[in-house]
């Protein structure tokens, strides 16, 4: 929580600041992504002998958007936030799968001549997949699939490469992602830098 009061201050502080030039249009990008969440770890202790859980994992990240002015727009994007196993020593028992379409409202402040600083704010519609691997059966340990909403509030900073191509990289945390393993729930903040390659209509 106290990471995205943070976020906030510094996304209405940016907006503050004096505007220099921007595009007004359409983009699209992808990138690379790195998460981290405490979810398969929680899961690990609770649930597997010995066990623990990946904190970090690798993904990709596909987005689209339109700034109506130089200054706000809107954008959707795609987001695999990665695989996280669950391991007893070296014997994989468990794996989660998550992944969220987002849409958000985007608040650009650009400066000097080809930088911007961006915020956003929104919703983000996850799908958190469950499954097991070793020791499966029961009321508990069966494969399960949880789907929510989230509020999504990111920070990032682009750099217009060329009139069309922007290099974007992004701080964005997903809140209280659901997530479930039969009768067992949790919900977990995912944080997650991104770097992206830009296409500017």
Known sequence: M?????LVVVFFGVLLATPALAQVGGYVGAGFLSANTDNANDFAKVFV???????SATGLKVYGGYMFSRNIGVEAGYYDLGTYDVKSGSVKTDEFKTSAFAVSAV??????TAFNVHGKLGLAFTSADYTCKVGCGGAIFVNTSKSDVAPLIGIGVGWKATRNISVVADFEVFSNVKHAAGIASNDTDYQVLSVSGQYNF
């Open 2 to 6: 106290k990471k995205i009061r943070i």
């Open 49 to 55: 002998v010995n066990g623990k859980g990946d904190k």
């Open 107 to 112: 608040g650009s402040w650009p400066f000097a």
